[in-house]
């Protein structure tokens, strides 16, 4: 049962985190749109690219959400797609999507990415009790409907010729996942992110019980069981998880 409801001001010692909370939820969901409209344009299939653009304007309702609530609890995030990793994901995302690779795109995009959303959003909506938990927990929600739109589509082409799935997984997994894992290693390995307001957000997550060495874990967790039900080797899989910077 859904929890009630609180909208008493956020504690001041909550406020600075709870902020950069979502501003790199709001960044990230952008890169999403983006993502997503660069997805339409490589897609012949007609009925593909319009379900491209449905997920791209999804994304878009997702930051206009966390938008307001961030307003309506007078917090203010600060958006930005050129930090760091965020661009590092989307020039990512680009290089596949001026190929053309569909399949590579989704990987990126409903996989990897969307794993990282729906188990972090997962998280953050736990331990919040108010308007901005409950908007973390339906967007995970309605995140996870993108990884299932992933799954028959990309356990097809792994049954055309699953060798050659399989390389472009593990290539994907190492040009990608190994930007996330840097991204919630446990300090910042390439410095600075760009998004958070003042220092690295992750020293001060233990303010909202939360801590990025659990939700880094939940969230490959949910990676790896998405690999799994795709069709590819759990043994192998594990590896490519324990081999990513830490």
Same mark, same amino acid.
């Given at each position: 049962m859904e929890k009630p409801l609180l909208s008493e001001p956020i504690a001041a010692e909550q406020q600075a985190v709870i $902020?950069? +909370? %979502?501003? *790199?939820? !709001? $960044?990230?969901? %952008? !890169?999403?749109?983006s993502n997503f409209a660069s997805l339409a344009g490589a897609i012949d299939d007609v009925h593909e690219k319009m379900e491209a653009v449905e997920h791209a304007n999804c994304e878009r309702n997702h930051a206009e959400g966390f938008i307001a609530?961030?307003? *309506?609890?007078? %917090?203010?995030? !600060? !958006?930005?797609m050129e930090g760091y990793y965020w661009k590092n994901v989307r020039d990512c995302f680009l290089k596949y999507a001026k190929q053309k690779d569909c399949i590579g795109c989704i990987i990126i995009q409903e996989v990897m990415l969307e794993c990282f959303a729906v188990s972090m959003y997962h998280d953050v909506g736990q331990v919040l009790d108010n308007e901005i938990g409950a908007l973390f927990r339906a967007i995970s929600a309605e995140e996870e409907e993108h990884i299932e739109h992933s799954i028959n589509l990309l356990q097809a082409e792994m049954n055309k010729d699953s060798f050659a799935f399989y390389q472009k997984v593990e290539a994907i997994h190492w040009d990608c996942m190994g930007i996330l894992a840097e991204w919630t290693a446990q300090t910042d390995l390439k410095g600075h992110c760009g998004v958070c307001k003042g220092t690295c957000m992750k020293e001060s997550l233990p303010n909202v019980s939360l801590d990025v060495t659990t939700m880094r874990g939940n969230a490959l967790n949910l990676y790896m069981k998405t690999l799994d039900? +795709?069709?590819l080797p759990g043994e192998k899989t594990l590896q490519w998880v324990i081999n990513l910077p830490a």
């Open positions: $902020t950069d +909370i %979502l501003s *790199q939820a !709001i $960044t990230g969901e %952008l !890169i999403g749109m609530v961030a307003k *309506q609890f007078g %917090l203010q995030p !600060i !958006i930005n039900r +795709i069709g």
